[in-house]
């Protein structure tokens, strides 16, 4: 009997358990894609004027950057997740763009040097 009991109280507990899990109001996955209907509306907007060179790529960037922040933190349930899972998700990608950026500028003194030296070698 006493087994009986515990296996039903076992039951009821894993289902309290399972009910007890974290729950989103709807209202905050509607918001965010609202801002990202808005964030899109922005980046399709710098090529309806017609922005050119630094500042045409610079905002489509922001916007991208800002669109994928927000999808990954709301509808990947990263804002919600313990710092250690953000860190191992954030840290290699922050670190991969700052070795991307010193090879775009190692790329561009070797694209240089190697103009001097054989422009140089021509004369």
């Known amino acids: 009997m006493e087994h009986a009991e515990r296996q039903q109280h076992g039951a009821a507990g894993q289902q309290h358990a399972h009910v007890e899990g974290q729950q989103h109001p709807i209202g905050i996955y509607l918001k965010i894609w609202a801002l990202l209907f808005v964030l899109s509306a922005a980046s399709y907007l ?22 994928a922040g927000l999808i990954v933190a709301v509808f990947m349930h990263m804002m919600w997740e313990r710092l250690a899972l953000l860190y191992a998700i954030l840290v290699p990608t922050l670190l ?28």
């Open 46 to 67: 710098v090529d309806y004027f017609h922005f050119q060179g630094y500042l045409r790529w610079f905002l489509i960037i922001v916007f991208m950057l800002l669109k």
């Open 96 to 123: 991969l763009m700052v070795l991307l950026g010193i090879g775009a500028l190692e790329a561009d003194y070797t694209f240089f040097s190697r103009g001097v030296f054989f422009v140089k070698g021509l004369l």
